[in-house]
């Protein structure tokens, strides 16, 4: 059970971490940090919902670049059968893809929050471990609906992909609870109880998890 997904996640890391396409996506990550502390007055800091819209903000197209990059591998080899003739269940491909998704994108993480604290002015305060759970969460479900979106995109006509820009909206709540927690991480005042977003963005992983899980199979074969 699983030994599809493993295997799926392994070669897809060996192909992204010798290629350029982690590096571009980091670099789009870090420009984007780049440009916005070009835009902060001298001497001025930025605030900390502001450097923690930025981080997720890069994260984001980050995942946007990984998954198409993933689907890309078989697309362009013309493997996708191979995998579709496999006799393990189609959901192991979507749990291989977002495991390399998550792990791709948290190592670009792994840059773009230095970058933030150098370039933003920020610093990090004693909430940082409700921000480690939060990273775990919110990159959990940027994995699973990035995981949809690749499938989207693969495959179809430039205006049938289209419909992948769909899946951003989805992920506007997710990432409001990110920014909320983030914020104070990078020393905002909190507003609100910060175990009632780790909360929600839980119970969104868990639903849209589900909702995946369900929808890839047609997604990707294009079943009816």
Same mark, same amino acid.
């Given at each position: 059970?699983?030994?599809?997904?493993?295997?799926?996640? /392994?070669?897809?890391?060996?192909?992204?971490? /010798?290629?350029?396409?982690?590096?571009?996506?980091?670099?789009?990550?870090?420009?984007?940090?780049?440009?916005?502390?070009?835009?902060?007055? #001298?001497?001025?800091?930025?605030?900390?919902?502001?450097?923690?819209?930025?981080?997720?903000?890069?994260?984001?197209?980050?995942?946007?670049?990984?998954?198409?990059?993933?689907?890309?591998?078989?697309?362009?080899?013309?493997?996708?059968?191979?995998?579709?003739?496999?006799?393990?269940?189609? #959901?192991?491909?979507?749990?291989?893809?977002?495991?390399?998704?998550?792990?791709?994108?948290?190592?670009?993480?792994?840059?773009?929050?230095?970058?933030?604290?150098?370039?933003?002015?920020?610093?990090?305060?004693?909430?940082?471990?409700?921000?480690?759970?939060?990273?775990?969460?919110?990159? #959990?479900?940027?994995?699973?609906?990035?995981?949809?979106?690749?499938?989207?995109?693969?495959?179809?006509?430039?205006?049938?992909?289209?419909?992948?820009?769909?899946?951003?909206?989805?992920?506007?709540?997710?990432?409001?609870?990110?920014?909320?927690?983030?914020?104070?991480?990078?020393?905002?005042?909190?507003?609100?109880?910060?175990?009632?977003?780790?909360?929600?963005?839980?119970?969104?992983?868990?639903?849209?998890?589900?909702?995946?899980?369900?929808?890839? /199979?047609?997604?990707?074969?294009?079943?009816?």
């Amino acid at each position: 059970m699983l030994k599809l997904a493993l295997a799926l996640a /392994r070669k897809d890391l060996s192909l992204a971490l /010798r290629g350029a396409g982690l590096v571009q996506s980091i670099l789009l990550g870090l420009l984007l940090v780049f440009m916005f502390s070009l835009s902060q007055k #001298t001497g001025s800091l930025a605030s900390g919902q502001m450097a923690a819209a930025i981080f997720w903000l890069s994260s984001l197209f980050c995942q946007t670049l990984v998954f198409n990059m993933l689907f890309a591998f078989e697309e362009t080899q013309g493997a996708r059968t191979c995998l579709l003739l496999s006799p393990a269940p189609v #959901t192991d491909i979507f749990l291989g893809k977002a495991l390399a998704g998550f792990v791709l994108i948290f190592l670009a993480q792994i840059l773009f929050f230095p970058a933030i604290i150098v370039f933003l002015g920020q610093t990090v305060s004693q909430s940082w471990p409700m921000g480690l759970v939060m990273l775990f969460l919110t990159d #959990t479900g940027l994995a699973c609906l990035g995981a949809l979106l690749g499938a989207l995109s693969q495959g179809q006509t430039a205006r049938e992909s289209l419909l992948s820009l769909l899946v951003f909206p989805l992920l506007a709540p997710l990432l409001l609870a990110a920014i909320s927690v983030f914020a104070a991480v990078f020393g905002e005042q909190a507003g609100e109880d910060l175990t009632s977003w780790i909360g929600f963005s839980a119970a969104f992983d868990a639903i849209f998890l589900a909702i995946a899980l369900l929808l890839f /199979r047609f997604v990707y074969t294009g079943d009816d």
